[in-house]
T-cell receptor, first 113, second 115 residues
Framework: DAKTTQPNSMESNEEEPVHLPCNHS???????IHWYRQLPSQGPEYVIH???SNVNNRMASLAIAEDRKSSTLILHRATLRDAAVYYC??????????????FGQGTELSVKP | EAGVAQSPRYKIIEKRQSVAFWCNPI?????LYWYQQILGQGPKLLIQ????????DSQLPKDRFSAERLKGVDSTLKIQPAKLEDSAVYLC?????????????FGEGSRLTVL
């Protein structure tokens, strides 16, 4: 499985934008880039995913580098509720039953009031 | 819409005892996953079901762990006998489809402590 590299932790101030980086230099052409987050004492929840183009949804934006070797999850205005561990995951099409979701260590985001 | 239900939320047992966790996925979701999350680590996939068939169980320690999804709906994960290193949160997730874009929905997990 292709691997991702994320910083162990990041800090942000409330109501400021947050850019969470992810490196995936060995990404293949069939890998989708997924982001999940895990709030304290909860299961992970889906945030966003993309393949080549930048993506926006109500939770966040995903900016994907042109060579697809890195991506950035953007939270436009961090709130205290956004404090969580954020996982960047590559999920591939290979195999007859779709791709597995393999979690790494993630980035622990703390948000200061 | 009801989410993924798991029980029990907490369980404390002694080593060498057995334990079972239950998961009821979101209605209509064909794919079901069990993950193990040790404190401070990301979740690790143990087993993936598509309906009542096993898709991937390569990371399941089959000498002590077993899982079944007999009717293609709810699932049970069993550990027998438990070891100290099995202390973890066991997460169940489901998805409507098994494609690589299908969003996984996770339950709140079952926290196991082995003494």
């Amino acid at each position: 499985d292709a691997k991702t590299t994320q910083p162990n932790s990041m800090e942000s101030n409330e109501e400021e934008p947050v850019h969470l980086p992810c490196n995936h230099s060995t990404i293949s052409g069939t890998d989708y880039i997924h982001w999940y987050r895990q709030l304290p004492s909860q299961g992970p929840e889906y945030v966003i995913h993309g393949l080549t183009s930048n993506v926006n949804n109500r939770m966040a934006s995903l900016a994907i580098a042109e060579d697809r070797k890195s991506s950035t999850l953007i939270l436009h205005r961090a709130t205290l509720r956004d404090a969580a561990v954020y996982y960047c995951i590559l999920r591939d099409l290979k195999g007859n039953q779709g791709g597995k979701l393999i979690f790494g260590q993630g980035t622990e985001l703390s948000v200061k009031p | 819409e009801a989410g993924v239900a798991q029980s029990p939320r907490y369980k404390i047992i002694e080593k060498r005892q057995s334990v079972a966790f239950w998961c009821n996925p979101i209605s209509g979701h064909a794919t079901l996953y069990w993950y193990q999350q040790i404190l401070g680590q990301g979740p690790k996939l143990l087993i993936q079901f598509q309906n009542n068939g096993v898709v991937d169980d390569s990371q399941l320690p089959k000498d002590r762990f077993s899982a079944e999804r007999l009717k293609g709906v709810d699932s049970t994960l069993k550990i027998q006998p438990a070891k100290l290193e099995d202390s973890a949160v066991y997460l169940c997730a489901s998805s409507f489809t098994d494609t690589n874009t299908g969003e996984l929905f996770f339950g709140e997990g079952s926290r196991l402590t082995v003494l």
